[in-house]
């Protein structure tokens, strides 16, 4: 399994980014795709999921804000994010389902976002 996610950066408050994540070793068209983050001295938290059939899910600190979506021919996540405020700076990272329960401790290279007030 190799789960890289990219398109990170910095970014001033209101802007946008796109996060991708490339999924491997998996079926990826039959799972449900998750983005989690990660800000300093803080738990991991699941931002936004996506089912195979395109149901979406997003937590409150970020609904009507951020985008998710995915592309099964390229085995690939996406999250479109806007208004982006200094609290969504984290490490961005993309997960499975089906991955955590077989390895709950492997969560792939993530993509550092920071956003400058």
């Known amino acids: 399994v ?3 996610a990219s398109g ?3 970014v001033q408050a ?6 991708s994540c490339k999924a491997s070793g998996i079926i990826f068209s039959l799972d449900t795709m998750e983005w989690y983050r ?10 936004a999921q996506i089912t ?5 899910n997003y937590a409150d600190s970020v609904k009507s804000r951020f985008t998710i979506s995915r592309d099964n021919a390229r085995k690939t ?8 405020k200094p609290e969504d700076t984290a490490v961005y990272s993309c997960n499975a389902p089906s991955v955590i329960r077989r390895f709950p401790s492997y969560w792939g290279q993530g993509t550092l976002v920071t956003v400058s007030s």
């Not at 209101?14 to 996060?19: F, T």
């Open 2 to 4: 190799q789960l890289q």
């Open 77 to 84: 996540v996406y999250l479109q994010m806007a208004s982006l």
């Open 8 to 10: 990170g950066g910095l």
């Open 14 to 19: 209101g802007g946008s980014l796109r996060l």
């Open 38 to 47: 990660q800000a300093p001295g803080k738990q991991r938290e699941l931002v």
């Open 52 to 56: 195979s059939s395109g149901q979406t």
